[in-house]
């Protein structure tokens, strides 16, 4: 883009002429937006660039969140296995059994039902760390007063607790803890959990932290094979992310999910792989799974799905198939409406808490977990200032149109991008932060292509304003120079000498304000006329001056000759060649048909320096008549040239007719030259003219029609002379 002279040359907010700025020339605003915005966008840059290593800020994460939530919601995981089944205590189940909670009897039954199917490993998503008020010892206290026997019979059965133990000591079974974050009463600071073979530093700094546990009764408890978390990471209220492995208490202790895959593979242990910076993966026997620094897992959420569910009270009732759940990893929790147990995932639906227990196995049977390598931070940087960089240098030096398109094309190939990685490689990139930056720099780059274009916009203004001041200064100027140079030409008609013998007229017209044209008529005594028709060679103001020029030392050398006859025009020829030729700088120079009438005899001596032959017309001949000679060359061409004169002899009623090159070189809008041919077929319908006068209105007037509407590319310039006859 240029610069603007007048604006770069002032300083402060008030430019030449006392006008305050606009917005875009203030100096606050020329210092941000300076150098068509670049300065400003490498600023915003820089500044969005340090953004990025806060990982943590809340715009980042909510963008990150909303962006990884619309690629699940666009594209949900397609459930391709069954390794878990949920056995859920539903409507259904509370509807025939009672409402909830259950007797632990019930419970032991549904895990005595469930171990029948010979599954896997069982999981109960249900935390009961109060006794059962149901259990035959409670009740015997509540009726002793009323029937003493009937509470001894009961304190003497077994403790529903102590029932649901042996059947829990039976199976499989892993049971949840919740984590706490603060020591609270009830909840354990430690507990029984499953150890872990740390390979490389300790991740537990890195991990969820948790001050202890809620756990169900320590009978309970200890008669289970496994303890693994509940807790998930609702961000926003959503759950994106699960922790497979946190610390309680400064204790590894695994999620729900992997201890049930621990006690289906019958392994003794975890393993987990750590850097410096946390968590890398855990191990689960041979199965790997990659994990986040702080032991989560991003979870590849699919849709809610009825086939992973089987009711507990069929499953109490053995109306089930055993094939179900055989060999399967059988979870056990509540779906029940009123029971408050649902959690939102990603897709927008509100499922179960036990359901993504049973996802998270989907997952990791299918390898289908999401991901986000450590180093996606810095390619996503790179992306931001890759972007931001395409933006600052084009959008300057691009139309709007394309300046668009780059910031379409830029936005659209990073949502893309994170799409299919997403869809084909199960990894998340945020382009959600450089596509926000690319379109904050966008915004910022139109603003300072905005202020840089309405900065020009204002000073191009001015500086037309100047120019129309200088062009009417300047053609007031010329309108005096043409008023000057009309004002040295004699009159246009020579009636003022009242001399019946001859009558003259002429005409000039200029391309231009004024031109090179020239013609001149004076009486050199009582019976002798000079006239002359000059053309100077170019247009405009130097042709103009250089014609008054020759104009007045043509006349001059003309006044000042003492000779006789013939030999005064060749005389004032070769005079005149010589005194217009001394100052002439610029090498112009010009035509010239002069003429010396005799008003007695009609006698004319004349002279041709280069100069188009005029024509002469009688009535009495058919056709007009070129007065041919030996034209010598335009005057300032050849230094000293010995101009000759000639005669012809008028016969009364004769006239001629002088022109330059204006008229027959007139064009129209087709291209085409008025030409000689047509100024002669003008000529031949005004042979029976009476004056002069009507010679010259017929030749402009036909010039005019012929020109039309085009500009004129050169002075036109007529002269005519009739001689009536020397009788005054």
């Known amino acids: 883009m240029t610069q603007d002279p007048q604006a ?45 290593f806060l990982p943590d800020l809340r715009v980042l994460t909510q963008l990150r969140l909303a962006l990884f939530d619309s690629y699940q919601t666009i594209a949900p995981r397609v459930r391709v296995s069954a390794p878990a089944v949920i056995v859920a205590i539903d409507e259904k189940s509370l509807n025939a059994i009672g409402q909830w909670p259950w007797p632990r009897t019930v419970m032991a039954e549904l895990i005595e039902a469930i171990g029948e199917t010979g599954p896997a490993a069982i999981g109960v998503d249900v935390l009961m760390p109060e006794p059962d008020r149901m259990s035959p010892v409670n009740l015997a206290g509540l009726i002793e007063r009323l029937d003493a026997g009937l509470a001894r019979r009961l304190a003497q059965l077994p403790d529903n607790d102590a029932v649901l133990a042996e059947s829990l000591r039976r199976y499989p079974v892993a049971l949840g803890i919740a984590g706490v974050e603060q020591a609270e009463a009830g909840a354990a600071a430690t507990g029984r959990t499953t150890p872990f073979r740390v390979h490389g530093p300790d991740p537990t700094p890195h991990l969820r932290q948790f001050a202890g546990t809620l756990r169900s009764l320590p009978q309970l408890d200890a008669a289970a094979r496994g303890h693994g978390l509940l807790s998930v990471d609702p961000r926003g209220g959503v759950v994106h992310r699960v922790p497979l492995v946190a610390s309680v208490s400064g204790v590894l202790t695994p999620a ?3 201890e ?26 041979d199965t790997v799974i990659p994990a986040n620094r702080d ?54 639906e509100r499922i179960p808490g036990i359901e993504i227990h049973a996802q998270i196995l989907e997952n990791i049977y299918e390898d289908s977990l999401l991901r986000r390598p450590r180093h996606f931070d810095h390619t996503e940087r790179l992306l931001l200032l890759g972007c931001g960089l395409i933006l600052i240098l084009a959008v300057p030096a691009a ?65 037309l304003e100047a120019e129309r001041d200088a062009a009417a200064r300047a053609a007031g100027e010329l309108e005096a120079a043409r008023r000057i140079q009309m004002g040295m030409l004699p009159p246009p008609s020579a009636d003022f000498y009242g001399d019946p013998r001859f009558s003259l007229q002429a005409l000039i017209e200029t391309a231009k304000s004024v031109g090179g044209d020239l013609y001149d008529f004076f009486k050199l005594d009582a019976d002798r006329l000079f006239f002359m028709v ?56 010009v035509t010239v048909f002069a003429g010396i009438l005799d008003l007695k005899s009609g006698e004319l001596s004349y002279c041709n320096a280069g100069h188009d032959a005029p024509c002469l017309l009688h009535a009495q001949r058919p056709a007009p008549l070129r007065l041919e000679s030996d034209s010598g060359p335009p005057l300032c061409v ?64 036909d010039v005019r029609e012929f020109v039309s509407a085009s500009e004129r590319s050169d002075d036109l310039t007529i002269l005519a002379l009739r001689w009536n006859g020397g009788s005054l």
């Open 8 to 52: 770069s040359a002032g300083g402060g907010d008030t430019p030449p002429g006392g006008q305050s700025r606009s917005w875009s020339e203030r100096a606050l605003t020329r210092a941000l937006v300076g150098g068509q915005g670049r300065p400003l966008g490498a600023a915003v840059l820089v500044f969005l660039l340090l953004l990025s």
């Open 260 to 285: 049930l895959l621990r006690i289906a593979s019958d392994l003794p242990a975890f393993s987990i792989a750590a850097d410096g910076g946390g968590a890398r993966s855990i191990g689960v026997g």
């Open 638 to 701: 050849i230094e000293g040239y010995e101009y000759q004169s000639e005669r012809y002899r008028m016969t009364p009623g004769e006239s001629l007719c002088l022109y330059t090159d204006g008229v027959t070189e007139a064009m129209n809008a087709g291209g085409e030259l008025y030409g000689r041919q047509r100024l002669f077929s003008v000529l031949t319908a005004v042979l029976a003219a009476g004056d002069a006068v009507k010679l010259v209105d017929a030749v402009r007037d």
């Open 256 to 258: 729900l999910s992997i």
């Open 399 to 463: 139309r709007a149109r394309m300046a668009a398109l780059i910031y379409g094309t830029l936005v659209a190939g990073l949502l893309m991008l994170g799409f299919a990685l997403y869809y084909w490689k199960q990894l998340l990139l945020d382009v959600a932060w450089p596509t926000t930056a690319a379109s904050v720099l966008f915004g910022v780059m139109l603003t300072g292509a905005l202020a840089e274009a309405d900065r020009q916009r204002r000073a191009l203004r001015r500086a």
């Open 295 to 348: 032991g989560t897992v991003w979870v590849h959420f699919g849709a809610h799905d009825e086939a992973r569910f089987v009711s507990a009270l069929d499953a109490i009732r053995g109306d089930i198939d055993p094939e179900l759940i055989r060999g399967k990893i059988a979870l056990v929790g509540a779906t029940g409406l009123g029971l408050l147990d649902h959690q939102t995932t990603p897709l927008g």
């Open 534 to 589: 000059g053309d100077v060679a170019g247009k405009g103001l130097p042709a103009s001056i250089f014609m008054a020029v020759s104009k007045a030392l043509y006349k001059s050398a003309a006044l000042r000759s003492r000779l006789e006859g013939a030999a005064v025009i060749s005389e004032v020829m070769r005079a005149a060649n010589g005194e217009i030729a001394r100052d002439n700088p610029e090498m112009l120079f």
